[in-house]
């Protein structure tokens, strides 16, 4: 047992995209059968991943989730900010500004409100709920921006682990809701028409969940939508460790 | 043709990570400022240049594809690296930080949408 435990650890990279391929596996199936697609395979792979790492602390009562198991130290490489950063980075490819031109200024101010105020709203539940110094405030209401930008900038900060394990969560649970509530709201707020879906991207980010939303509402309206969500996860990866965290700084 | 387009998006990596870090100094905080934000401002302005001159290679793309395919594993993996234990005792935070901003947005959307001009 021991020379194997060895092997995965000299391994660990690779052992854990098999890990990752296995858990991801096992979520599709769960979003399939269970919720019949409702809720999208990633929103529930990203869900597993922060459950294991809840029971493997409670095994190793470690900091760092699976990666305190032996055999599992791969973790801490793949989960880790240089190949989170670089995947990131990315996902901007095949964004274009011609296409946010054409919402016009609207787009871009749907955008600029929808990362404001996820902020904003964020940091007052974490400031109400006794949460103080500046970091963990802007990490939490970086997480209520997408589960994204939460831990990028915890990490540009120096957060606390835990604090952006709560940044993950809040920034899941916005994209289950987004999912689930899109087609529910659509009616309500006049989400019918290509323009009307690229506000409704920029307000609420959360890539997947939008696309995802949008899917089950009008699948034609899923491109005009998933095109300002890109744009918002790279607008608050830009102004949460910046600008906003320099407010935050200001007043806490 | 595809390690160029993996070098090309290595290149905004470094370019700005590299910006935040320096900003970060200059400010005189310990912090990366923006520059993931940054990297990816220059991933779609180089992307966008050389596509307008051709020289953005179909192959090239297809480097920088598979990273953005490899996004959600990794983000998996990282979520699966947190100190979630501790975390677990602020687990309503994490839910309303997750539900109160999706309502305060969609709120807006009615307000936005007549600001919009009409197609």
Request: net charge positive.
């Amino acid at each position: 047992m021991e020379y194997i435990i060895t092997f995965l650890d000299k391994n660990g990279l690779v052992f854990a995209f098999l890990v990752t391929g296995i858990i991801m596996y096992f979520s599709e199936g769960i979003s399939k059968t269970l919720t019949r697609g409702k809720i999208p395979g990633s929103a529930i792979s990203i869900f597993m991943g922060l459950v294991l790492a809840y029971f493997a602390g409670l095994e190793t009562l470690g900091k760092k989730g699976i990666a305190d198991i032996p055999g599992f130290s791969g973790f801490d490489q793949m989960g880790g900010p240089v190949f989170r950063d670089f995947a990131i980075v990315s996902t901007a490819m095949g964004a274009s500004f011609a296409i946010i031109k054409k919402t016009g200024p609207i787009g871009v101010l749907s955008l600029f409100l929808g990362v404001i105020i996820s902020f904003l709203s964020g940091v007052i539940i974490a400031y109400a709920l006794g949460i103080t110094d500046a970091e963990s405030l802007t990490t939490i209401g970086a997480g209520a921006c997408t589960f994204v930008v939460g831990p990028v900038t915890g990490t540009a900060l120096g957060a606390s682990s835990d604090i952006i394990a709560i940044s993950i969560a809040a920034g899941v649970v916005k994209s289950i809701l987004v999912t689930i509530g899109t087609p529910l709201i659509a009616p309500y707020i006049g989400l019918k028409t290509p323009q009307s879906a690229m506000i409704f991207g920029g307000l609420m980010g959360t890539t997947s969940g939008t696309a995802a939303g949008l899917a089950a509402t009008d699948p034609k309206l899923v491109p005009y939508g998933a095109m300002t969500a890109t744009f918002y996860t790279g607008l608050g990866c830009l102004m949460c460790p910046s600008v906003l965290y320099f407010v935050m700084r200001a007043l806490f | 043709m595809l390690l160029r387009g993996v070098a090309l998006l290595a290149a905004c990596f470094v370019a700005g990570q590299i910006l935040g870090e320096t900003l970060g100094r200059l400010l005189g905080i310990q912090a990366n400022v923006g520059g993931v934000g940054f990297a990816m401002l220059f991933l779609i302005l180089s992307q966008n240049e050389l596509e307008k001159r051709g020289l953005f290679h179909l192959e090239m793309g297809e480097g920088i594809t598979f990273w953005s395919k490899m996004y959600i594993p990794i983000i998996v993996a990282m979520s699966s690296v947190q100190n979630v234990r501790v975390a677990f005792s602020n687990g309503l935070l994490a839910l309303l930080a997750g539900i109160i901003p999706v309502i305060a947005c969609l709120a807006l959307m009615p307000l936005l949408s007549k600001l919009a001009p009409k197609e």
